[in-house]
């Protein structure tokens, strides 16, 4: 971490979990998003919510998403204090002992805590494929992707 060199695919799948992320709040009100854990060629992100997400049109939720990349929005990294950082968003998962935060925003678009490596833009992620969802606890469902050129 932190040198500053991505892998291939490194950022792709991880910027791509923060636009599923925002349209999965979009779809469901209470949906709190969970841990993400991402492999060289795909990811997976946990929600909780009271819906059930097996019943989301995931052809629905790959497109828009894929229509969000597809606007070629910069996606921009800061480092701000904690004081600061929790005027702009939830720092209910970022640890209390966590005292800078950095803050990825798609512009316009998204903002949130992460320290994953993110790509510069959304034009660089490529096309994104839902793989599955599947149920991974009480309210919880877990959401499996990809990313291709
Ligand atoms: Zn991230």
């Keep these: 971490m932190n040198s500053g060199t991505l892998k291939p695919n490194e950022g792709r799948l991880q910027t791509a979990e923060h636009i599923l992320c925002k349209v999965l709040e979009g779809r469901a009100n209470d949906a709190v ?5 991402f492999k060289e060629d795909s ?3 946990e929600i909780t919510t009271a819906a059930d997400a097996r019943t989301f049109d995931l052809g629905a939720l790959q497109d828009e998403v894929n229509a969000v990349i597809s606007k070629g929005l910069p996606v921009h990294k800061t480092v701000k204090k904690r004081e600061d950082a929790e005027k702009e968003v939830d720092l209910r998962k970022v640890p209390q002992s966590v005292t800078e935060v950095m803050i990825v925003d798609i512009e316009r678009f998204d903002k949130r805590p992460c320290r994953d490596p993110h790509v510069g833009n959304t034009s660089q992620i490529g ?18 992707f990809k990313v291709e050129f």
């Design 43 to 45: 990811g997976l992100l």
């Design 33 to 37: 998003m969970g841990i993400s854990k």
């Design 127 to 144: 096309k994104f494929v839902i793989r599955g969802v599947e149920k991974a606890g009480s309210n919880r469902y877990r959401f499996t």
